[in-house]
């Protein structure tokens, strides 16, 4: 995992304190809206600037609703599964930078900008989860202020999907008011990665042909391959559709074409099995391998992590 340092977005007056802590910013309780781009915010004493830093004032029902639709669509491509993870993914986003990709927080003078270029004489945060360049000083601009690179830097940073300390919106609970919207977003979703619960690990295509394998992937990677639609019991990558192989036990699992009969229906239940309508028995990683490249299968279902997968 990427090193990274929690710090909390402050004005100049609080910089002292900033000198030891590192990524994304807080979001003080307060009324009055950011300044313009390009000018320096308030500086009261002990007060920290209002969330989300990239949106100059907090945002009003149709602005969070847009900015969440952009996090949510790059957060589900990097593999936050729908298993509320996801919508945490995308409040904390709209929080930091209201869905802005290539907007940056100075930490030393308080400004907010937008790359290109960086004009700040220190550390500063960048892009959607607003990444540190001090803490995460291995991602590269070009990164941080791309949206899905960002996101899926973000998503590493976060243990995949496990952990959201290092998020200071988050643990000062000021990405709540951004839940509902979140939350919206995500149920509008028609597409994204099918995440599995067992960390890291996503569903893939081997390759986009009739009979290629359905394979594990490795998330994180936003990787076409992994991008799938779920519509109607089936799971979608463009014309071509996860179906079992046959009615035996433990059959294979590959791509056919999409013809809506019940090989390629997939029904999720309560506990995260996707049930194959034909076999009645549910997608799985045979021998739990969790290795990049092997075929899934269809097991017994029953409690097991490596037959749980969340759908975008």
């Known amino acids: 995992m990427l090193a990274f340092i929690v710090r909390l977005k402050t004005r100049a007056l609080l910089l002292a304190v900033l000198a030891a802590v590192g990524i994304g910013g807080a979001a003080a309780a307060g009324t009055s809206p950011h300044p313009a781009p390009g ?90 989860w607003q990444l540190d360049s001090a803490g995460q000083s291995g991602t590269s601009d070009a990164c941080a202020f791309n949206a899905q690179c960002n996101a899926n830097v973000a998503y590493i940073v976060s243990g995949r999907g496990t952990n959201f300390a290092p998020w200071a919106v988050y643990t000062s609970g000021d990405y709540a008011g951004y839940v509902s919207a979140a939350q919206g977003a995500v149920a509008a979703l028609r597409s994204g990665t099918v995440a599995s619960a067992v960390l890291g690990a996503c569903l893939a295509r081997g390759h986009y042909a009739v009979n290629a394998p359905v394979v594990i992937g490795r998330c994180g990677t936003s990787a076409r391959q992994q991008q799938w639609s779920a519509r109607a019991g089936a799971i979608r990558g463009g014309h071509l559709c996860v179906a079992v192989a046959s009615r035996a036990a433990y059959a294979n699992v590959r791509l056919r074409w999409c013809d ?25 990683d045979p021998g739990s391998s969790l290795v990049p490249g092997t075929q899934v299968t269809v097991a017994p279902c029953g409690a097991d992590p490596t037959h749980a997968w969340w759908l975008p």
């Open 39 to 128: 000018t320096v915010r308030s500086s009261a004493v002990n007060q920290v600037s209002l969330a989300p830093h990239g949106s100059h004032g907090p945002l009003n029902a149709a602005q969070a609703a847009s900015a969440a639709a952009t996090c949510t669509a790059r957060a589900t491509a990097a593999g936050w599964a729908n298993n509320g993870s996801l919508v945490t993914a995308s409040a904390v986003c709209v929080a930091e930078s209201g869905g802005r990709p290539a907007v940056y927080y100075c930490n030393p003078t308080g400004l907010d900008g937008d790359y290109p270029p960086v004009n700040c004489p220190g550390i500063y945060d960048r892009g959607l």
């Open 260 to 284: 809506g009969l019940t090989w390629q229906k997939w029904t999720p239940s309560g506990t995260g099995d996707l049930r194959n309508a034909l076999s009645g028995e549910c997608l799985a």
